[in-house]
């Protein structure tokens, strides 16, 4: 089983402690958003998870527990997301400087197989042209260059919420040819540093140019971190049909990242993040939530089952644990 932490929120930059009791705890519940009644109840010992996959916008609170995570025998990788955006699009995220350098830190630490970075999402308007995303790219690309072997390339998607908070920028829709171009240029210069690069979620076809879709839950790359083959894995029907990811189980929540990225996903609204925060309980089996008592609680597939009754609190579930 692979463990995405998380999409849907920054557990290292913001979770860290959280994460670790479930690690020791060796569980965490998930509630469905689609969902909510009903909760998923997955076993995190190092026997049961192949991998974790963190994503992530500023680990650098979260790497004093990397010697533990080690120590106790998990495999996992890093997704970093590093753009050239500034506060308007990125008002929560520490100075630029501040994250490269937690960047190459963390590279040191686990190795630039591990510290996968991420240029997402491109962002076009009448400012940030392909031009300016070209020399801004380089200059990543420079200074990260030795500390990754890998880059994954996303362009800007429309989501509704995501138009609701950039309605007040004037974003330009990139049609096939400027995608193309600037993925060919982005990856000659990426190559150039020694980094190959890869698309994510994309429909274009840019293999003739030798650029890869990437799967940034990437069986490859966990296999190879583990040092064995994985069976029975497969396609994660759960995303997008241009998603090459591989199936993974993802342990966090929407509405609780508060970098205030004004083109993130996974928040609804900045204010509804902040409200997710103010729920977090470090101490909790669920990221900033807890059970209500009328959930239906079934364990995750292929785990072994545990009974448990409709009703019971997060301290009887786990008294003792963490």
């Known amino acids: 089983m692979i463990i995405s932490a998380s999409r849907r929120s920054d557990i290292p930059a913001f979770y860290g402690k959280w994460f670790m009791n479930r690690l020791r705890a060796g569980e965490v519940l998930v509630r469905n958003p689609m969902?909510?009644?009903?909760?998923?109840?997955?076993?995190?010992?190092?026997?049961?998870?192949?991998?974790i996959v963190f994503w992530t916008k500023n680990p650098a609170p979260f790497l004093p527990y990397l010697q533990e995570?080690?120590?106790?025998?998990?495999?996992?990788?890093?997704?970093?997301?590093?753009?050239?955006?500034?506060?308007?699009?990125?008002?929560?995220?520490?100075?630029?400087?501040?994250?490269?350098?937690?960047?190459?830190?963390?590279s040191g630490m686990i190795g630039p197989e591990r510290t996968v970075w991420r240029y997402d999402p491109v962002i076009?308007?009448?400012?940030?042209?392909?031009?300016?995303?070209?020399k801004a790219f380089g200059r990543l690309a420079l200074k990260l260059?030795?500390?990754?072997?890998?880059?994954?390339?996303?362009?800007?998607?429309?989501?509704?919420?995501?138009?609701?908070?950039?309605?007040q920028i004037p974003c330009v829709s990139p049609?096939?040819?400027?995608?193309?171009?600037?993925?060919?240029?982005?990856?000659?210069?990426?190559?150039?540093?020694?980094?190959?690069?890869?698309?994510c979620s994309?429909?274009?076809?840019?293999?003739?140019?030798?650029?890869?879709?990437?799967?940034?839950?990437d069986i490859e790359l966990v296999e190879r971190i583990g040092g064995k083959p994985l069976r029975n894995v497969r396609k994660d029907h759960g995303q997008r049909k241009a998603c090459g990811c591989m199936e993974s189980?993802?342990?966090?929540a929407y509405d609780t990242c508060v970098h205030g990225c004004l083109y993130c996903y996974a928040v609804s609204a900045h204010q509804a993040a902040i409200r997710g925060r103010h729920s977090f309980d470090p101490l909790s089996p669920m990221?900033?939530?807890?059970?209500?008592?009328?959930?239906?609680?079934?364990?995750?597939?292929?785990?072994?089952n545990k009974t448990v009754t409709a009703g019971s609190t997060s301290e009887d579930l786990f008294a003792g644990m963490s």
Not at 35 to 51: M, N
Not at 76 to 103: N, R
Not at 175 to 186: G, T
């Open 69 to 106: 995570i080690d120590a106790m025998g998990y495999r996992y990788y890093f997704l970093f997301t590093i753009t050239p955006y500034d506060k308007v699009f990125e008002p929560g995220l520490p100075e630029k400087k501040s994250v490269m350098e937690t960047f190459r830190q963390l």
């Open 35 to 51: 969902q909510p009644k009903q909760v998923s109840r997955i076993g995190l010992s190092p026997e049961t998870v192949d991998s």
């Open 287 to 304: 990221l900033c939530d807890r059970l209500l008592g009328d959930e239906v609680i079934r364990t995750a597939p292929g785990q072994k």
């Open 249 to 252: 189980r993802d342990i966090g």
């Open 175 to 199: 049609d096939r040819p400027v995608m193309k171009m600037l993925a060919e240029q982005f990856s000659r210069t990426a190559a150039g540093h020694g980094i190959s690069l890869f698309t």
């Open 202 to 217: 994309e429909d274009i076809d840019l293999s003739g140019s030798g650029i890869g879709h990437s799967r940034c839950i």
């Open 145 to 167: 260059s030795g500390y990754t072997e890998r880059c994954i390339l996303s362009f800007l998607d429309e989501y509704r919420k995501v138009k609701n908070r950039m309605r």
């Open 124 to 134: 076009l308007t009448p400012e940030l042209t392909p031009e300016w995303h070209q």
